[in-house]
Nanobody
Framework: QVQLVESGGGLVQAGGSLRLSCAASGNIFSINAMGWYRQAPGKQRELVAGDRSGNTPVYAGSVKGRFTISRDKAKNTVYLQMNSLKPEDTAVYYC??????????????WGQGTQVTVSS
């Protein structure tokens, strides 16, 4: 009944920018946290940026200063602005949300993933 839909991935040259979007929809009572993870081939999925409601955002050290997470709470949407992209940023990016449904049960949800490829 709740789903996350991602968009905004693509191919970009090193130094370029992309903006990822993730919209949550369904029987949402509240969103406790939203964030972005990424997974490169052969590597573990890692947290890129997280926004837990009531706390300041957190970032992976490798993206700090280049990426910015933001939320439009009215639209149940989270964004990831990615600037100064590097080839090592190449990965599938996944949106994450911890959501209480209208039944007030809390579950973790994942977006479908969007490919970000940065060429050198």
């Amino acid at each position: 009944q709740v789903q996350l839909v991602e968009s905004g991935g693509g191919l970009v040259q090193a130094g370029g920018s992309l903006r990822l979007s993730c919209a949550a929809s369904g029987n949402i009572f509240s969103i406790n946290a939203m964030g972005w993870y990424r997974q490169a081939p052969g590597k573990q999925r890692e947290l890129v940026a997280g926004d837990r409601s009531g706390n300041t955002p957190v970032y992976a050290g490798s993206v700090k200063g280049r990426f910015t997470i933001s939320r439009d709470k009215a639209k149940n949407t989270v964004y990831l602005q990615m600037n100064s992209l590097k080839p090592e940023d190449t990965a599938v990016y996944y949106c994450y949300a911890r959501i209480a449904s209208t039944s007030r049960l809390v579950y973790d949800y994942w977006g479908q993933g969007t490919q970000v490829t940065v060429s050198s």
